[in-house]
């Protein structure tokens, strides 16, 4: 985080052509980091899900030959 006034920021962004608007660049990165976030979350969150449920009924399928 960089910290300064606003003149000394006016100053800088006016004498540089070379630069945009850097905090809307990052909202745009940040909303696209959380949506895919949350995708790859909810895929290994079911993956997790679906392996825990096969490795339970193999342990119960496993110990309790009798059915």
Known sequence: MVLRS???KDK???GNPNIEKTGDAA???AGAGSTIGG???AV???IAAI???L???G?????LPDH
């Open 6 to 8: 606003k003149e000394t």
């Open 12 to 14: 800088f962004y006016e």
């Open 27 to 29: 909202l745009k990165g």
């Open 39 to 41: 995708v790859a979350g």
């Open 44 to 46: 290994v969150g079911a």
């Open 51 to 53: 392996g825990s449920s």
């Open 55 to 57: 490795v339970i009924s």
């Open 59 to 63: 342990i119960s399928f496993w110990l």
